[in-house]
């Protein structure tokens, strides 16, 4: 074969390779299988703020770093932001907190998804913790979701450094506008209401809320809940000395036949308040939280009525009661009631 052919027919196919080789190495990569897709940041959370939409983080505290504090979707900080701290985390020097600034009387917008990696929480959760519950300190390695002043962001902590005043937490992150983090959305799903127990409240017995434990439907005395853990008994007298309300006692100034009374066995160290409000005749549903006054215990305090709901303090918390029916017949006078107990102020 003619030389000069041969050279020409291997430059050709030497090319060809070279150029196929060349191409490949600039094909784009493909997001993994099953994790996000969206474009993971990173940044430094510090006490100057963090704006996660805007990749505008903190960490110096010297003024070259401070995020302005009306689009600062949180900071970090060196104490506890909610309801206390986590066993084992008070007094600990070097932890280190998020403090979010999207707020809330019911519910704490921080969740700790733990030890997982960002790419593997594709989602907002379905519920959050209450802004009354412990929050723990954040943990290097940990992934977090959190509600921000425009949409929501999950981070993993990268490093921190509880030691430098400004506190600050490196991380790597998505935001987004909707509860998923590709770019769709639904609207985030909210918690579903708590159940309501039935226990019947008596003089023998009394109640204990978180336990569920009341009067017995006999009345017997025999089997009663333990005095220590009674939050309350019935009786059929004015449980303070302000007396009676109007129309509740007869001319003698003895009690009406046929009332009962909420003794409550939670007392204000103060001396002030009755931990007893009747939030009228309302569904147990309407109320959600706890009130925020109670009355005095220089007030009277009215009878126990059918159809109302009542929010008191418990030994261990709160408990919210709509009255279904009261039996005076029996020497127990047991008190029937659909409840809702809670260790926060929310129910």
Not at 191 to 213: C, I, K, R, W, Y
């Amino acid at each position: 074969m003619n030389s000069r052919i041969v050279v020409t027919i291997m430059f050709l196919i030497f090319s060809f390779l070279g150029i196929a080789g060349c191409s490949g190495g600039d094909t784009a990569a493909t997001p993994p299988a099953g994790g996000s897709s969206a474009t993971v940041l990173s940044l430094v959370i510090g006490h100057d703020g963090v704006d996660f939409s805007a990749a505008a983080g903190g960490g110096k505290c010297d003024g070259t770093t401070t995020v302005g504090s009306d689009v600062q979707d949180g900071y970090s900080i060196f104490w506890a932001p909610a309801g206390g701290y986590v066993a084992g985390e008070d007094g600990n020097s070097g932890l280190i907190w998020y403090n979010n600034n999207v707020l809330d009387t019911t519910y704490y917008y921080v969740e700790d998804m733990g030890a997982v990696s960002l790419d593997s929480v594709t989602t907002v959760p379905g519920d959050w913790p209450l802004a009354s519950d412990t929050i723990p300190a954040l943990k290097a390695g940990n992934t977090y979701v959190v509600k921000t002043l425009d949409g929501y962001a999950k981070f993993n902590v990268s490093s921190m450094d509880g030691a430098d005043s400004c506190v600050p937490v490196t991380v790597n992150y998505v935001s987004s506008a909707t509860v998923n983090f590709d770019g769709t959305a639904p609207i985030a799903p909210t918690p579903a209401s708590p159940v309501a127990s039935t226990v019947l409240m008596g003089h023998f017995n009394g109640v204990d809320f978180s336990a569920g434990e009341g009067e017995e439907a006999s009345c017997n005395s025999t089997t009663s809940v333990a005095w220590e853990n009674q939050d309350a008994y019935i009786i059929t007298w004015a449980p303070t000395s302000a007396g009676y309300v109007t129309g509740e006692a007869d001319a003698t100034g003895a009690a009406v036949a046929g009332l009962v009374w909420y003794n409550s066995n939670e007392a204000d160290p103060a001396g002030i308040n009755y931990y007893l409000q009747d939030m009228g005749a309302v569904s147990l549903d309407s109320v959600t939280s706890v009130p925020g006054n109670w009355p005095l215990l220089s007030d009277p305090v009215a009878a126990l009525k059918v159809g109302s709901t009542y929010v008191v303090k418990t030994l261990d918390g709160y408990a919210k009661f709509n009255v279904s029916a009261i039996d005076t017949t029996l020497t127990c006078t047991p008190v029937t009631v659909s409840y809702v107990a809670s260790t926060s102020t929310t129910f």
